[in-house]
């Protein structure tokens, strides 16, 4: 056992013993994952991170994990916690039972304990082109690229995504087709395609409105559920799949409006 002096708040009156059942894994040397078990004294007021930090400090320092910020922006200690996707970070000791359960976040491959293979993921994000794509080239010279507060608040909320995968590992989607683009890249899709600055919603369509996009969504809501900085992805998924349910419709009837349609609704006129 280690006798680092530990960052975390000392045990006070307001504490209590829990049982801590972490799955480990070191594909370097386990055959399979398997489950320990620590007893961990914590204040009822830390959250799950410091459970684990508690772990890291003073009982085993073999055990691995993701965290950087402790304030739910870094998004990387998303766990499952008693089977629920968590953001370790902003989940409390006082809200769990007696003895829980600290899993890697599913949906994805385990790296070592706690830390899953993100680069799926990190491709996923990539295929949608999450950046302003301009109508034209621009330079310093253009200036600002103003807009207004009302076409800011258009995108606003699902600018708030802070990639920590807590919605792939609640998809069911995700779990069936590991191709599924899946919905935090496809709110964040929507949120360029939303942006009046932005003309590259044709050029994300191949992605976003393939059947590997918003079609495998089959809307179950999971990924909005557990969404801990209120993104609704499931909802975004919904508005895009209307948008392109529309051009399907003026594309087939009036295939000269084409390229004019898809350009009016990446600055808003399809929303
Ligand atoms: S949409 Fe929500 S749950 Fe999904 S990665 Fe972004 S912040 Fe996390
Ligand atoms: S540690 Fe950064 S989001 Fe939890």
Redesign the pocket.
Known sequence: MSTKTSILPVVGSHHRTLEVEVLRYDPDKDDKPYYQTYQVPCEEEWVILDVINYIKDNLDRTLSYRWSCHMAVC?SCGMMVNGEPTLTCASFVRDMPAKIRVEPLENFPVARDLIVDMDSFVEKLSSVKPYIIAADERTVEDGTFTQLPAQLADYMSYTH???????YAACPQVNLNEGFVG??AL?LAHRYNLDSRDKGRSVREDVVASNAGIWECSFVGA?SE????H?D?AAAIQQIKIAATGDYFINFLMPWKKSKNTDEASSGGGK
């Open positions: 998004g995504c802070i990639n920590c995968l807590l919605c919905p935090a709110a990924c557990v969404c801990p900085k993104v992805p």
